[in-house]
């Protein structure tokens, strides 16, 4: 599938399953007012103000997946040449990989191939009869195509082998094959052999179903209250990073980590650094200044090595360079979440020398956190000067280059690519703290990330994968490894693709280079002696009630129904609505927390706007707008202008949805809708309703059942229970707002004291009730937004965390998990997954253990066995529906 946002669609394509099941996260909306700030990257209009009149931006915090698109197999290869070889400077030898670009603007051939090595330097063209046949394969996406040199560059020509890619749907799979032997580029015989290869690989690589343990009834109303005890005896004890997780080895199994040399004290240092910190500050001055190995040498730096021959060869690509390739200066500090790591950079920028400043960019939220740890652990003498570089009032570069250390955020960063200060500077180091944010390489924040000049680079991240492999290569990227690598094509064609099929090489090369590039220690492991309080994670599965059962199996049957039309239609060669089966899904996910949260639904509201283009805006057609607008904005949709998550959307009256400022830019200049061309103006821009849950009153009798579910039951037993235990707090995660309003009703009514922190609150807000958490001894409960709240907290003061909800990515929950379970923490940890039995979320469970297999891959090299490879997006999509 192509990616949502770059077609027009209509607004049932918008609201179709726009979830994480497309490659995305459900989004925080809004809740209070129209003002929205939270996970969205930022737009051209960066900065909003608050009722106190100060300006804040949103958090680009960015916490979509990218998609993986359909799964491609190997239908054979085709042996040609490289021609006009004479004419171009690119070299090449036997055996490197090649990277083959389509050129539909070629002068002389529209079909035009262009062959480049892995540097970028053009070798010559794929022969013209050859790429007649293959361009429109390419140009319809039905085939990707991979190429490695087979034989000596000559004077007129190359010889080259291209590996064809196409789809693994056995029914497309048989049309495609069937032209491809009509254009003769490939053999029937490669066909039928390397349809043997991939069912014996498919069958090796096979998942087996892991439904975990029978479940129990919860409580219906109206129960007697339960203990502790009692519900973790009836509860499954788990241990989710235990295995397969990035968390567990990484890179440096512990023996090698606990012996890695230590640097000395830094003395302008006034806390004094742990051991392991000491060990973290020597790998970080030896990474900034990175050599070869010796001459000869088996060992390989970053994928390179240094050939007897005094010649450089990529281990990964094949590239052969008698010059010596630059090394990447930096790498990724991965430490698990409380171990330090602001801490350990700090200790770099004060001892580790170069001239220029240090940028640090960081979440809003924890920007003036790095401030305040120099401030505290510097001896006042040796501070670098500390600007924060955000707002309204910013100095020019020749000012910001005169402070030690720049402050800023992503969406500064996002909003001043290429214009400012941040791009003019020539910098000592630049740091990326919660550095998965730039994960996606398309984005607005990873694109200005990497055009950043500096002598070192930096990722501080405790997930550097949350949900796909391709995730490393977006830091890579930032990184400026050479080699190829960098590449997203050669990173594909030598990573992600056999790594899927559990291909030794790629798991040994991206083991190589994650030892080169990346330090990470865990908090449970032994020299690292933080002593924190035991965790225990318990997975509470419920049963729905009898009436909440109904709704929930015709919406199954119904998702089921739709899925057999998009398989019937796509077997028929027809264009099937995908997304209609992912609205579903997400459906079927709302209906396990709580009915209210899709009981009209979006997809019979918009039936009367379907043969309308252009909605007239009465009252009834405006309120049904806004509701496909509140489903865009739950369900974390991207902006079709600027490519990155909305930031205070609207709806057009042509049924689009946009970043206010965006479109009215586009307005401003072109007075047109950029998905349909309809004319439009600032009156035909509708923002979001006031977030209303409408629930069914309570009689005077006591609480309307209507109003509770069985998982909001099961909550409140877990909270009753908890609540009994001398100052225990609690945090409940959703990734529903409404389903966080949904419980804040039913605190109210229990007369629980609770706070509050999702995307609507600017940092204001979100630090009175941090505060509240903190130091209100009868604030003893937060409702957090996942997406927001996985970031940058210290929420020690808790010592239990509710997940209401299963992410897709486990590295997000892990996280949100990490912000209670860290340095600071006194009590035991307690943490609960609500899962409704037999279920898609049980399913949920099933993927997140696949995605923390997929990411061991990268850290992790085990030895006589395979691994299981990540299913295909269907193959998710039929277990979740089994």
Not at 53 to 64: K, N
Not at 429 to 457: P, Q
């Amino acid at each position: 599938m192509g990616h949502p946002t770059k077609r027009a669609r209509e607004v049932v394509d918008l609201v179709d399953g726009l979830d994480a099941e497309n490659g995305r996260q459900a989004k925080t909306p809004r809740v209070h007012g129209s003002t929205r700030i939270g996970s969205s990257q930022a737009s051209s209009s960066a900065t909003h103000p608050t009722s106190s009149g100060a300006v804040y931006e949103p958090e680009a915090i960015d916490l979509t997946q990218s998609d993986d698109g359909p799964a491609h197999e190997l239908y054979g290869s085709l042996d040609g040449k490289i021609v006009g070889v004479r004419y171009y400077s690119g070299v090449a030898t036997v055996g490197e990989l090649v990277i083959c670009h389509r050129e539909p603007s070629n002068q002389y051939d529209p079909n035009a191939i262009r062959v480049d090595n892995v540097f970028g330097d053009q070798i010559g063209h794929i022969p013209r009869t050859v790429a007649a046949k293959l361009a429109p394969y390419i140009d319809r996406n039905d085939i990707a195509i991979e190429a490695i040199l087979t034989g000596r560059k000559e004077f007129y020509d190359c010889p080259i082998r291209i590996d064809i890619y196409g789809t693994s749907n056995p029914i497309d799979r048989a049309n495609l094959e069937e032209r491809l032997k009509n254009d003769r580029l490939v053999k029937a015989t490669q066909l039928k052999q390397t349809r043997k290869e991939n069912d014996l690989v498919r069958k090796t690589m096979g998942l087996k179903s892991g439904r975990g343990t029978s479940g129990f009834p919860s409580g219906a109303p109206g129960e007697p209250e339960m203990s502790l005890e009692q519900l973790t005896q009836l509860s499954q004890a788990v241990n989710l990073r235990a295995s397969g997780d990035v968390a567990n080895t990484i890179a440096m199994d512990e023996d090698q980590l606990a012996l890695m040399p230590a640097a000395e004290q830094p003395e302008a240092l006034r806390a004094k650094l742990l051991p392991y910190q000491l060990q973290g500050l020597a790998w970080l001055l030896a990474k900034e200044n990175p050599k070869f190995p010796a001459r000869g040498s088996a060992d390989s730096v970053q994928l390179w090595k240094h050939l007897a021959n005094g010649q450089y060869n990529n281990i990964a690509t094949s590239y052969t360079s008698k010059a010596a390739p630059i090394l990447a200066s930096g790498g990724i500090l991965a430490d698990d979440m409380g171990l330090g790591k602001t801490l350990q950079v700090i200790s770099l920028i004060v001892t580790g020398g170069g001239t220029g400043p240090t940028l640090i960019v960081a979440p809003v939220s924890v920007m003036s956190n790095w401030e305040q740890q120099i401030q505290r652990h510097v001896f006042e003498e040796h501070a670098p000067t500390v600007l924060i570089y955000h707002g309204n009032s910013r100095p020019d570069p020749s000012a910001v280059a005169k402070f030690g250390v720049v402050i800023t955020s992503y969406g500064t960063m996002s909003s001043e690519a290429g214009n400012t200060a941040l791009s003019k500077v020539k910098w000592r180091r630049v740091v990326l703290d919660e550095g998965h944010v730039i994960r996606n390489a398309k984005t607005k924040a990873a694109v200005a990330a990497c055009k950043l000049d500096a002598a070192s680079r930096w990722v501080l991240t405790g997930t550097p994968i949350i949900n796909n492999i391709r995730d490393l290569h977006s830091l890579l990227k930032f990184l400026r490894i050479t080699g190829g690598i960098e590449q997203s094509e050669i990173f594909n064609t030598v990573i992600a693709r056999p790594l899927a099929t559990g291909d030794a090489r790629a798991e040994a090369l991206l083991h190589s280079l994650m030892i080169n590039l990346c330090l990470r220690r865990k908090k449970d492991m032994k020299f690292i002696d933080l002593k924190l309080p035991a965790k225990t994670e318990y997975i509470h599965r419920i049963t729905f009630w009898p009436d909440e059962k109904k709704k929930y199996d015709a919406l199954l049957s119904e998702a089921k129904g739709v899925l057999e039309e998009y398989q019937n239609r796509s077997s028929t060669s027809q264009k099937g609505r995908f997304q209609g089966v992912l609205e579903r899904l997400l459906r079927l996910r709302q209906t396990c927390n709580h009915w209210t949260l899709c009981k009209e639904r979006i997809s019979e509201l918009l039936k009367v706007l379907e043969d309308q283009d252009i909605v007239p805006l009465n009252d009834k057609n405006r309120a049904l707008l806004q509701q496909a607008l509140q489903l865009v904005i739950e369900s974390q949709e991207e902006c079709a202008v600027c490519m990155e998550l909305m930031t205070n959307p609207v709806i057009t009256h042509c049924k689009h949805v946009f970043c206010r400022a965006c479109i009215s830019k586009v307005v401003e200049i072109q007075h047109k809708c950029p998905m349909c061309r309809a004319g439009l103006s600032e009156e035909n821009l509708i923002e979001p309703a006031p977030e209303q849950v409408e629930m069914p009153e309570g009689n005077e009798d006591g609480p309307d059942p209507e109003t509770k579910s069985s998982k909001t039951e099961a909550l409140l037993k877990i909270l009753q229970a908890t609540m009994k235990n001398k100052g225990s707090k609690v945090i409940i995660f959703s990734q529903w707002t409404s389903f966080l309003t949904v419980i804040q009703r039913q605190l109210e009514e229990a007369g629980h004291t609770y706070t509050r922190i999702d995307g609507s609150m600017n940092p204001a807000q979100r630090d009175a009730a941090i505060r509240a958490l903190d130091f209100d001894p009868n604030t003893r409960i937060l409702l957090a937004s996942l997406s927001v709240c996985s970031v940058g907290l210290n929420l020690v003061s808790a010592d239990t965390v509710i997940l209401a909800d299963s992410w897709w990515a486990p590295g997000i929950e892990d996280q949100a998990v990490d912000r209670v379970h860290r340095l600071g923490q006194t009590r035991p940890t307690t943490v609960w997954r609500l899962v409704m039995e037999g279920t898609v979320e049980e399913r949920v469970l099933d993927i997140q253990a696949e995605k923390r297999q997929l990411v061991d891959k990268a850290f992790q090299e085990k030895q006589g066995k395979k691994k299981k490879t990540k299913e295909t997006r269907m193959a998710d999509i039929l277990k979740l529906l089994s």
